[in-house]
């Protein structure tokens, strides 16, 4: 058996869905089909019991997924640290952020350079209307996101950080002066639309107020300059993550308090069945430190 035939059998294993497993493995769902049939004929017998609405390990199945688990982990663990002994010191891991707050991030990446010398932490700027694709696609090797994610293919690993959430406004909107507000101030507002997942966004930016009043959509808001802008104008409110006070300070900006907000959550995700040691080991460091309270 083939390499890349023992991952797409792995990996249909664990998906139990043939649409899921090619787009996880970046292939044809003909290509998942043909590798298991192509087993299945070389070992004869089914490996997946197949209907049209479930895809299910056979006790053949079950017993060569078993075997075969850990065989492909130590060659996989085999394979990445012959590559870091090639590299001599030249890995690279490209961590993903929506937020701008990379100089928060120091005492992680100030504990995981002591931890792995030779490695180098490239952080590359995300959006916040299709915040995992760049990680699905491995333009990123680890992303940095606000929980909750329930992602397919994706791991969630330790919480980074915790900090509280806050109201974007203009400074010259009627909210600007109050200490602070509630999220049933969101009423009468509108708020920046976006591509994102519903569940993820609603986290930080309910559809509906406490009491169920509905919160108008506003202008579409891709990443944090086009939502400043659209806040500046007046256009609509954004409840955003304090760290906003630090590096989006704007005199036509204000910041003010939600409450009834619960800590925003900031945690690494990565490519289920794509951790390296370079992984582990930054969500070992996040794990040692606990979550920073910014």
Not at 170 to 193: F, G, I, K, N, Q
Not at 207 to 235: C, H, K, M, N, Y
Request: proline share 7%; aromatic share 6%.
């Amino acid at each position: 058996m083939e390499i890349r035939d023992i991952e797409i059998f792995l990996t249909l294993g664990q998906e139990l869905h043939f649409g899921r497993t090619a787009e996880r493995l970046r292939v044809s769902p003909a290509r998942v089909s043909q590798a298991i049939k192509k087993q299945e004929r070389r070992l004869g017998g089914a490996l997946f019991d197949r209907s049209s609405h479930h895809v299910r390990l056979t006790p053949l199945g079950r017993q060569l997924y078993d075997d075969l688990l850990p065989v492909h982990r130590a060659l996989r663990q085999s394979l990445e640290r012959a590559a870091s002994t090639a590299r001599r010191g030249t890995e690279v891991l490209r961590l993903g952020m929506m937020s701008g707050n990379s100089e928060d991030l120091r005492p992680v990446l100030v504990a995981f350079s002591s931890r792995r010398p030779g490695c180098h932490v490239r952080i590359r700027a995300m959006g916040y209307d299709d915040p995992f694709s760049a990680l699905r696609r491995g333009t990123v090797d680890v992303l940095l996101a606000w929980l909750p994610i329930r992602e397919a293919g994706l791991t969630v690993g330790p919480v980074v950080y915790t900090e509280p959430v806050v109201l974007c406004v203009s400074s010259a909107h009627r909210l600007a002066a109050r200490d602070s507000v509630s999220y049933e101030d969101l009423a009468y507002e509108a708020v920046p639309t976006g591509a994102a997942p519903g569940y993820w966004r609603e986290a930080l930016i309910p559809a509906r107020t406490p009491s169920g009043q509905p919160i108008a959509e506003g202008p579409a808001a891709g990443d944090g300059t086009q939502l400043l802008a659209i806040v500046a104008s007046g256009e609509a409110v954004c409840p955003v993550h304090a760290h906003a006070l630090r590096y989006y300070a704007r005199p036509d900006i204000a910041y003010i308090p939600i409450r009834d907000a619960p800590l925003g959550h900031w945690a690494l995700c990565w490519r289920t069945g794509g951790d390296t040691d370079v992984i582990r080991d930054l969500a070992d460091v996040v794990e040692g430190l606990g979550p920073l309270p910014l």
